[in-house]
C-alpha cells in the first residue's frame, strides 16, 4: 500500500475512539452516528491498510498489537499535530515583533519616536533590525520590514517630498537666502553636493532637478552609502543635500537644517510596511504596524 492511499484523519478518529470505549456501539453513540456506519468504517480501514486492528473479546473489541502499535503512531503524530498548532496560536498572540528597517528611516524618524510607542504600548517587545544602506531588499528575517520603494503606490504610507537642505551658516556664507528659485538650479551645480550612492529609487537629485523645469545635468556629487550620513555631513555644513521631508522633518523643526529655496517636488518613492509572508503576524506586529501607520499618515 502507497502512503498516499492512507484513509482520512476522520476514520482514524474514528479507530481511536473504538480503542478508547472497547465497543462499536459506544463509539457510534459518542460519534452521534450509527453503529453500522462505524463498523464499516474500521473494516475499510483494515481491508485498506492490510492489517488486523481489532479482535472480539467477549461483548467487547480489543485492539490487536497491530492495533496497539498503531494507536499509538496515531497518538504521537496527532499530539504533534495539536503541538503545532498551539505553538503557532501562541505565536499569533505574542507581543513580541522584529522590524527591518533602513538607517536613514531608522534614525531620522522611526529612533526619535519610540518612546512614543512604548509610552503607549510598554507591553509590546519591540525588536528594530537595521539593515545597510538604503536599498530595496529586506533579509527576511523580521516580522515587518519597512521599505522606501517605488512600487505599490497603492499601498504607500507617505507622501514624501523632495527639496535641497543645508546648514543655516552655509546658506548665509552662499548667499542662497537671496536667490530667486528660478536661479537656484543653475547656482547649487557650483557648490557642494551631498548624494546617496545606494538607493533603489530614481537619483534624488536628478529627480528633484527634473521639477524645476531646468533640469541641468548635476556633476561632481560627493556620494554616501546612506542618506543620514548626506544630511549629516549637510548639518555640518559640508555641502547641500536633497532632502526627503519624512527625513528631514525634525532637522527642520530644530533648525539645525533649512530647505534651499522654496521649489519641492514629489519623490518618485515613499513608504510601505511589508509581512513577512513566511509566518503569521504576532498581536505585537499588529499593534506596531497600525502606529506607524498613524504617525506617518499624521505627518
Known amino acids: 500500500m502507497s502512503i498516499w492511499s492512507l484513509p482520512s484523519e476522520k476514520v482514524f478518529r474514528v479507530f481511536e475512539m473504538c480503542a478508547s470505549y472497547q465497543s462499536f456501539t459506544a463509539a457510534a453513540h459518542a460519534l452521534g452516528v450509527t453503529q453500522s456506519a462505524v463498523s464499516q468504517q474500521m473494516k475499510m480501514l483494515e481491508n485498506t491498510l492490510g492489517l488486523t486492528l481489532f479482535f472480539k ?34 505565536k499569533k498572540e505574542s507581543l513580541d515583533v522584529s522590524v527591518e528597517v533602513f538607517p536613514g528611516f531608522s534614525v531620522r524618524w522611526l529612533l526619535p519616536r519610540l518612546s512614543l ?143 534651499v529655496g522654496g521649489i519641492q517636488t514629489p519623490s518618485p518613492a515613499n513608504y510601505v510596511i511589508r509581512e513577512n509572508q513566511m509566518r503569521a503576524l504576532s498581536k505585537g506586529g499588529h499593534i506596531f504596524s497600525n502606529w506607524l501607520r498613524k504617525m506617518l499618515n499624521d505627518q
Open 117 to 259: 510607542f512604548f509610552a503607549a504600548h510598554p507591553e509590546v517587545n519591540l525588536n528594530i533590525l537595521t539593515l545597510p544602506g538604503d536599498g530595496p531588499e529586506a533579509s527576511g528575517d523580521a516580522d515587518l520590514t519597512i521599505l522606501y520603494t517605488k512600487s505599490h503606490k497603492q499601498d504607500w504610507l507617505t507622501q514624501d517630498r523632495l527639496f535641497p537642505v543645508a546648514s543655516a551658516d552655509f546658506i548665509k556664507a552662499h548667499h542662497l537666502d537671496a536667490c530667486p528659485d528660478e536661479e537656484l538650479p543653475q547656482k547649487l551645480m557650483l557648490l557642494p553636493l551631498l548624494g546617496d550612492s545606494f538607493s533603489h529609487a530614481d537619483d534624488i537629485w536628478v529627480e528633484w532637478l527634473k521639477g524645476t523645469g531646468l533640469a541641468p545635468t548635476p556633476n561632481g556629487i560627493c556620494r554616501y552609502p546612506q542618506s543620514n550620513m548626506s544630511l549629516l555631513l549637510a548639518e555640518l555644513g559640508q555641502g547641500i543635500a536633497m532632502g526627503r521631508s519624512i527625513l528631514v522633518r525634525d532637522a527642520l523643526e530644530s533648525g539645525v537644517l533649512m530647505q
Open 57 to 90: 473479546q467477549g461483548r467487547q473489541i480489543v485492539l490487536t498489537p497491530t492495533g496497539k502499535k498503531l494507536l499509538d503512531a496515531q497518538k504521537r503524530a496527532f499530539g504533534g499535530i495539536r503541538e503545532v498548532i498551539l505553538d503557532e496560536r501562541k
